[in-house]
């Protein structure tokens, strides 16, 4: 049986300890050496990367997030047992786990430590699908001969760097498709290492719940709730063609993933399907020179990630959350594709208009979809409005002082409301 010291990374025939080092940190498993579509996911990364750069938060329970009235970003797993979860309201929080750390999130340092790890990535293949700072799919398909080594021994070469040059740990699922990948991921953080073979899909999944499919939410599963599905074997029982006509195309994918089938590549090049920005406030407010600041720097954050990915967005859409926690969401799609802050705002603030009286808020969102090429944004010209041409004109020259003296340089009078 192909087994591999998750320590020390030495390959060897099974045993329940490692041949060279000792560690009983062994993975086996019959093919292990044969698949080669990995998921890899960091553990608690963003609190992990708090406690290695502050080392005296290492044993105290740590949240990522900020304000009375926030949600949790991320928890370190110590929280976690006592039942903390990512976007969970800080004083539920609290009320779990009354000796937490709160730490302001720090997205740069978040970003640079993604970076690193992103390099270490490519050292094995090119082929890496992102989707977030702290996890990606990676396809490792005819790199043994490159590497002399099969994909496994390389991934535990990945983590093992990682927790060696970085202080970071992550968890690897390794399989036959995504689908899989990212399923084993989760089976064992952290500092996981697990396997999902094809010859074992179907038994491995004919019990579990439904909720492992990845992209299915909350409404989802109600939906699925109630037409009677609740685990894999309950997908089964359908024919291909009731789930389409029940579920639509994702009816189509869920017969495949029941039978343990996804076709989809791991593709570096996924394209962005929106740009959003949003905050939760300290206190509830239903004042509209407030909410217009606060509207005006997320037309702001989501315009300059945008213009920094060189896209545009042909639909606008505003998100609400009232004090009782219900949403409001309202959209509009726009004659042509755009890439600006002023048209963005102009935009969401219309639709603000629409249902400011069924305020206070607790939450404020604006973003940007249906995004296509930058080339493709059209003018601000407008004959209803004649001064929208202007305003682009000087939002660019805006972002030419901005990018020179810094983003605070230069800022419009609305920001600091």
Same mark, same amino acid.
């Given at each position: 049986?192909?087994?591999?010291?998750?320590?020390?990374?030495?390959?060897?025939?099974?045993?329940?300890?490692?041949?060279?080092? !000792? @560690?009983?940190? &062994?993975?086996?498993?019959? /093919?292990?050496?044969?698949?080669?579509?990995?998921?890899?996911?960091?553990?608690?990364?963003?609190?992990?990367?708090?406690?290695?750069?502050?080392?005296?938060?290492?044993?105290?329970?740590?949240?990522?997030?900020?304000?009375?009235?926030?949600?949790?970003?991320?928890?370190? $797993?110590?929280?976690?047992?006592? !039942?903390?979860?990512?976007?969970?309201?800080? $004083?539920?929080?609290?009320?779990?786990?009354?000796?937490?750390?709160?730490?302001?999130?720090?997205?740069? =340092? $978040?970003?640079?430590?993604?970076?690193?790890?992103?390099?270490?990535? /490519?050292?094995?293949?090119?082929?890496?699908?992102?989707?977030?700072?702290?996890?990606? #799919?990676?396809?490792?398909? !005819?790199?043994?001969?490159? +590497?002399?080594?099969?994909?496994? &021994?390389?991934?535990?070469?990945?983590?093992?760097?990682?927790?060696?040059?970085?202080?970071?740990?992550?968890?690897?699922?390794?399989?036959?498709?995504?689908?899989?990948?990212?399923?084993?991921?989760?089976?064992?953080?952290?500092?996981?290492?697990?396997?999902?073979?094809?010859?074992?899909?179907?038994?491995?999944?004919?019990?579990?719940?439904?909720?492992?499919?990845?992209?299915?939410?909350?409404?989802?599963?109600?939906?699925?709730?109630?037409?009677?599905?609740?685990?894999?074997?309950?997908?089964?029982?359908?024919?291909?063609?009731?789930?389409?006509?029940?579920?639509? @195309?994702?009816?189509?994918?869920?017969?495949?993933?029941?039978?343990?089938?996804?076709?989809?590549?791991?593709? *570096? +090049?996924?394209?962005?399907?929106?740009?959003?920005?949003?905050?939760? #406030?300290?206190?509830?407010? *239903?004042?509209?020179?407030?909410?217009?600041?606060?509207?005006?720097?997320?037309?702001?954050?989501?315009?300059?990630?945008?213009?920094?990915?060189?896209?545009?967005?042909?639909? &606008?859409?505003?998100?609400?959350?009232?004090?009782?926690?219900?949403?409001?969401?309202?959209?509009? %799609?726009?004659?042509?594709?755009?890439?600006?802050?002023?048209?963005? $705002?102009?935009? =969401?603030?219309?639709? #603000?208009?629409?249902?400011? !009286?069924?305020?206070? #808020?607790?939450?404020? %969102?604006?973003?940007?979809?249906?995004?296509?090429?930058? +080339?493709? *944004?059209?003018?601000?010209?407008?004959?209803?409005?004649?001064?929208?041409?202007?305003?682009?004109?000087?939002?660019?020259?805006?972002?030419?002082?901005?990018?020179?003296? %810094?983003?605070?340089?230069?800022?419009? %009078?609305?920001?600091?409301?």
């Amino acid at each position: 049986m192909p087994a591999l010291c998750r320590d020390c990374t030495t390959a060897f025939d099974a045993g329940s300890r490692c041949p060279n080092c !000792g @560690s009983p940190r &062994v993975i086996s498993h019959p /093919e292990l050496f044969s698949l080669s579509i990995a998921h890899m996911d960091c553990d608690a990364f963003y609190a992990s990367v708090e406690k290695r750069d502050n080392p005296e938060l290492e044993d105290k329970p740590v949240i990522i997030g900020g304000g009375r009235r926030g949600v949790v970003s991320t928890a370190c $797993y110590i929280a976690r047992i006592r !039942g903390v979860r990512s976007a969970m309201p800080t $004083y539920q929080a609290l009320k779990l786990c009354p000796d937490a750390v709160f730490v302001k999130p720090r997205m740069e =340092a $978040y970003a640079k430590a993604s970076r690193q790890i992103r390099a270490m990535m /490519e050292d094995l293949t090119p082929a890496i699908q992102p989707l977030s700072l702290d996890e990606a #799919f990676l396809d490792l398909s !005819g790199t043994e001969r490159l +590497h002399g080594a099969p994909p496994a &021994v390389m991934l535990g070469r990945l983590v093992r760097r990682m927790k060696t040059e970085l202080g970071l740990t992550g968890s690897i699922g390794l399989s036959h498709n995504k689908f899989l990948a990212k399923v084993a991921s989760d089976l064992e953080k952290p500092r996981g290492f697990s396997v999902i073979g094809k010859a074992e899909t179907a038994d491995f999944l004919r019990d579990k719940p439904v909720r492992l499919i990845w992209g299915v939410g909350h409404a989802g599963q109600e939906a699925l709730e109630k037409a009677g599905i609740r685990t894999f074997s309950d997908l089964l029982r359908w024919d291909q063609a009731d789930l389409t006509a029940r579920f639509g @195309s994702m009816g189509t994918r869920l017969w495949h993933l029941a039978r343990g089938e996804d076709r989809r590549p791991v593709s *570096a +090049h996924e394209p962005i399907k929106s740009i959003s920005n949003e905050t939760t #406030f300290n206190e509830d407010t *239903a004042n509209p020179d407030v909410l217009d600041g606060h509207l005006w720097r997320m037309a702001e954050k989501v315009a300059d990630r945008a213009k920094a990915k060189d896209l545009a967005g042909r639909v &606008v859409t505003l998100k609400l959350k009232r004090a009782n926690h219900s949403q409001l969401s309202r959209q509009t %799609g726009l004659r042509e594709p755009t890439q600006t802050a002023d048209t963005v $705002y102009r935009t =969401a603030r219309a639709l #603000f208009d629409q249902v400011s !009286g069924e305020g206070p #808020f607790r939450l404020l %969102g604006c973003g940007l979809s249906h995004l296509v090429p930058a +080339h493709q *944004a059209g003018s601000a010209g407008d004959l209803l409005d004649p001064g929208a041409e202007q305003r682009e004109r000087a939002e660019r020259a805006t972002d030419k002082i901005r990018e020179r003296f %810094g983003a605070d340089a230069i800022l419009k %009078g609305r920001a600091l409301r």
